[in-house]
């Protein structure tokens, strides 16, 4: 897969805003979520977002999903041979404080078996989303946990070349936020000159190199989709449109369970700026949509046709991520005759590439395939400059 190299509009230099009507306190603490205990060993998970300067990134979303105890995600394509735990669901939320800081109430996960080669194995992990202040900066990524034997032989931790980028995704043991005859602690700090992700404590705070990007796993959390996610403006409104597609691999198969997310300007060519992304009130339009796909690898959104912004092609822009990948992707969505031929990253194409880009009209509303990889493969950008 080969990434197109972009300068990034100022639609990817913004973000989507979160606000507390957005996220309820309790719903970081993932051991309360249910009439009983969850079994396991209880820990907090701490730490702080920053950026490459070492400021905190305050206000932000970040999301958790993970297996339980015994190493099963609360997902119907997990069946493997372990146990469910009715007390626990693995998914919280939170937003970050004003010095950055995110803490969570969880249960110490399990390893767990998957079938990439002969008895293999995940070590114990939990997935972090992260949203920063650029749509560049949307990361997913894992943090472990120290001295685990099953590092050294994961293909996923392993793909991270780079040693000290590695440790960067591994948490320390923190005494200190423990809670007496309760709670064992980890901390995490999540840092990059866009986002960084979760790692250990931070000792001193200096300029810190970018956390990797890890896979959104096999069993993304079920609550990471929310009620009328994919509805930007409500179906049947006058200036509604449909934009859906079906998500394939390299061999054409569909590619369920991946997560598409989209960010937009208006149909006035205005960036949102109104909070409330995770909330549908049919009125207020924050420019922000989440998908999953299904089994046939088909999503959907409902949303407006975006307005001109000066002179360029309008576009929304588009994040995947799915199984398989070990991050996520980048592209965009050009809307059919709509200035393409100004556009300096559609001319930059050839013919056969550019229109990997271009939704088409059909009777459902606007089509976007996106061929993760081969012939026909959707073009995906890596930005150069405001990176990651």
């Given at each position: 897969?080969?990434?197109?190299?972009?300068?990034?509009?100022?639609?990817?230099?913004?973000?989507?805003?979160?606000?507390?009507?957005?996220?309820?306190?309790?719903?970081?603490?993932?051991?309360?979520?249910?009439?009983?205990?969850?079994?396991?060993?209880?820990?907090?998970?701490t730490g702080r977002l920053l950026d490459g300067l070492g400021r905190p990134v305050r206000r932000q979303l970040i999301e958790i999903w993970q297996a339980n105890a015994s190493g099963r995600y609360a997902h119907k394509r997990d069946q493997h041979r372990a146990p469910l735990d009715p007390n626990f669901?693995?998914?919280?939320?939170?937003?970050?404080?004003?010095?950055?800081?995110?803490?969570f109430i969880t249960i110490r996960p399990g390893a767990y078996p998957w079938r990439n080669h002969q008895n293999a194995w995940r070590p114990a992990h939990i997935h972090f989303s992260?949203?920063?202040?650029?749509?560049?900066?949307?990361?997913?990524?894992?943090?472990?946990?120290?001295?685990?034997?099953?590092?050294?032989?994961?293909?996923?931790?392993?793909?991270?070349?780079?040693?000290?980028?590695?440790?960067?995704?591994?948490?320390?043991?923190?005494?200190?936020?423990?809670?007496?005859?309760?709670?064992?602690?980890?901390?995490?700090?999540?840092c990059s000159p866009a986002i960084t992700a979760p790692h250990g404590v931070l000792?001193?705070?200096?300029?810190?190199?970018?956390?990797?990007?890890?896979?959104?796993?096999?069993?993304?959390?079920?609550?990471?989709?929310?009620?009328?996610c994919n509805e930007l403006i409500p179906p049947g409104s006058s200036r509604s449109i449909r934009l859906h597609g079906v998500v394939t691999d390299g061999v054409g198969e569909p590619v369920p369970d991946a997560l598409i997310e989209i960010w937009?300007?208006?149909?006035?060519?205005?960036?949102?700026?109104?909070?409330?992304?995770?909330?549908?009130?049919?009125?207020?339009?924050?420019?922000w949509g989440r998908a999953s796909t299904d089994d046939a690898g088909h999503y959907s959104f409902t949303t407006v046709q975006p307005g001109l912004r000066n002179d360029?092609?309008?576009?929304?822009?588009?994040?995947?991520?799915?199984?398989?990948?070990?991050?996520?992707?980048?592209?965009?969505?050009y809307l059919p005759g709509e200035r393409l031929d100004d556009d300096k990253l559609l001319a930059s194409l050839p013919a056969d590439r550019?229109?990997?880009?271009?939704?088409?009209?059909?009777?459902?509303?606007?089509?976007?395939?996106i061929k993760l990889q081969g012939d026909g493969e959707t073009v995906f950008l890596r930005y150069s400059r405001h990176r990651r």
């Open positions: 897969m080969e990434l197109q190299g972009v300068d990034p509009e100022t639609l990817e230099l913004s973000a989507p805003c979160f606000g507390n009507r957005d996220v309820h306190p309790l719903e970081s603490d993932l051991t309360i979520q249910h009439c009983g205990e969850p079994i396991g060993e209880r820990l907090v998970i669901t693995g998914t919280g939320r939170c937003l970050t404080d004003d010095d950055g800081g995110y803490r992260v949203f920063g202040t650029a749509f560049t900066q949307r990361m997913i990524t894992q943090m472990y946990f120290p001295s685990d034997p099953l590092l050294a032989l994961d293909p996923i931790y392993q793909s991270v070349t780079d040693p000290k980028a590695r440790e960067r995704l591994v948490a320390r043991y923190d005494h200190d936020v423990s809670t007496p005859n309760q709670l064992s602690a980890t901390g995490g700090t999540l000792m001193t705070t200096i300029s810190l190199p970018e956390t990797p990007g890890q896979s959104a796993g096999p069993f993304f959390g079920h609550a990471l989709p929310f009620q009328r937009q300007p208006d149909a006035d060519g205005m960036i949102p700026a109104a909070t409330g992304s995770l909330h549908r009130d049919g009125w207020t339009f924050t420019g360029s092609a309008p576009f929304i822009a588009m994040a995947v991520f799915a199984r398989g990948l070990l991050n996520h992707l980048f592209t965009r969505v550019r229109r990997t880009l271009v939704a088409v009209p059909d009777e459902h509303g606007l089509r976007f395939d």
